[in-house]
């Protein structure tokens, strides 16, 4: 078993499969702002906190400028953490010694090398992180001598069995890739800025020699209590078994419709233009769940949290009342400020510490919002629903489609994700807008194909009998050809 050196981000660990493999040079490179020292404070720090020695090397920033950034996260550099700020020597900072038959740049890469050898030798640290390569790299003024140097601080720190980190700002010749070949391990830090909300963060395992890791981008932040790392969620990697029941939603016509219910550990979507009831269906599920005694996770998107208690509360769910129980957490979504891996982590943490059985994100609309673009959305979609599904989770969300009657669009079709499609619809009939419910699909079982009529009130959602002499109903203006009444009446109230 390898040795792992742990950066003390939890999340960046998981990716790296326990850490950074000790006695090993590392790189950690990023464009400015990225977080590359905050990323190295902490893998110091865990160092510190398992009682080993640690020492950065700053050439770019000096010492109180570094504790002054660990202060604003909250931390202090204690004792096992020494920080030594490489400056250049005294003649060459003199106006009087800058002409030479030598350049100077001979003088100052040399006397570095020398200064961080000789700190190394009198501190002998386990863990070592050096900022930045840049500054070498334009002292070196040349790939070779580049090349050469990196080499001999690789074989130095080798002796002395230490795990080190390189930092590289990527500011001088970003094309350069003599350290990739050099290190026994490269991770990449990039910042993206939306053309709205925050700005977003993301880091890359580039190469990590002799260990399997978690390839691909994994969000991350930057908190006042340091970095977070998400890793991209792989479903394959997270199985359980659990016994699959059908799950009532309390009113009887709706579970007819769903021929007894949607069964538990698997996706509803709920389609339909603006206004038709998609938040109150996956309310009533709700309900139904915290009534059972299980736990329900309500991730709002669209909404705002005190309206939506209000609105619910005249038809009859009382969220407020359910939260108390402590039943339903409802999670009020910023999609502007809210990465998609982020989201992920958070239904995760949701599934696995807290027990929810039953999610709802209200709308994938929203959720969109936090995607760059819609393949992406379709792929953490997948990812997300499958994961949710071998925890024996129900979800159910909701998308607002473009239009009100007749043809629609969704913004992004996810249909064939989900295993059960509830359809909403307006239609025109007798001089007044109404409400139509179909289940276009069911994996798990038998639905009824009728199309019903449903309305909304006081009472909450009631619905009415199968529209059997009606033709045309999804089209929005739809042709009566019975003889009966079979429209819902009025509310006697």
Do not use: C
Not at 85 to 108: C, F, G, I, K
Not at 191 to 212: I, W
Not at 240 to 268: A, E, H, M
Not at 442 to 460: A, M, V
């Amino acid at each position: 078993m390898i040795s792992k050196a742990a950066t003390g981000i939890v999340g960046l660990d998981d990716i790296l499969s326990g850490g950074l493999s000790r006695r090993h040079v590392f790189l950690l490179e990023g464009q400015p702002g990225t977080g590359k020292t905050t990323v190295a404070l902490q893998f110091l720090m865990a160092g510190a906190s398992a009682g080993e020695r640690s020492l950065y090397i700053t050439l770019s920033e000096t010492e109180d400028e570094l504790r002054e950034g660990a202060r604003s996260h909250g931390w202090e550099l204690g004792d096992n953490i020494d920080i030594y700020e490489l400056t250049p020597p005294e003649s060459l900072l003199n106006a009087e010694h800058q002409q030479s038959l030598l350049y100077s740049s001979d003088l100052e890469l040399g006397e570095a090398t020398r200064q961080i050898f000789e700190t190394v030798e009198r501190i002998k640290p386990v863990r070592v992180v050096i900022d930045s390569l840049s500054e070498i790299r334009l002292l070196a003024q040349s790939s070779l001598r580049y090349r050469r140097q990196i080499l001999a601080i690789k074989h130095y720190f080798a002796r002395y069995e230490a795990t080190v980190v390189l930092l590289d700002d990527l500011t001088t010749e970003a094309l350069d890739k003599t350290v990739h070949s050099v290190a026994h391990g490269v991770i990449r830090l990039e910042e993206l800025a939306p053309d709205y909300g925050a700005e977003r963060r993301r880091l890359r395992v580039v190469k990590y020699r002799g260990q399997k890791y978690r390839g691909g981008f994994h969000d991350f932040i930057i908190h006042p209590d340091g970095v977070h790392v998400f890793p991209r969620l792989v479903a394959a990697e997270h199985r359980s078994r659990y016994q699959r029941t059908q799950l009532s939603s309390g009113i009887s016509g709706l579970d007819d419709l769903l021929g007894g219910g949607v069964d538990g550990g698997s996706s509803t979507l709920i389609l339909g233009p603006a206004g038709t009831g998609k938040s109150l269906i996956s309310l009533v599920f709700a309900a139904a769940a915290v009534a059972r005694g299980e736990k329900v996770g309500l991730f709002i998107f669209d909404e705002e949290m005190g309206l939506l208690f209000d609105r619910m509360k005249n038809l009859g769910i009382d969220l407020e009342a359910l939260q108390h129980t402590g039943n339903l957490m409802v999670d009020q979504v910023d999609a502007a400020e809210l990465s998609p891996g982020e989201f992920s982590h958070r239904v995760r943490r949701y599934v696995d510490e807290k027990k929810v059985k039953t999610v709802i994100i209200d709308s994938i609309n929203g959720y969109q919002a936090a995607m760059p673009g819609e393949n992406a959305l379709i792929l953490h979609m997948h990812e997300l629903l499958l994961y949710l599904n071998r925890q024996g989770a129900s979800t159910f969300m909701t998308v607002a489609q473009h239009g009100l009657v007749g043809d629609m669009k969704a913004p992004v079709d996810i249909t064939y994700l989900a295993d059960t499609v509830i359809l909403l619809r307006y239609f025109e009939a007798l001089g007044q807008v109404r409400r139509a419910i179909s289940i276009i699909k069911k994996r798990t079982g038998t639905h009824e194909s009728t199309i019903r009529e449903y309305r909304i009130g006081s009472q909450g959602l009631t619905i009415g009998a199968p529209l059997d002499a009606f033709q045309g109903v999804l089209r929005g203006v739809p042709h009566y050809f019975g003889e009966s009444k079979p429209l819902m009446q009025d509310d006697p109230e």
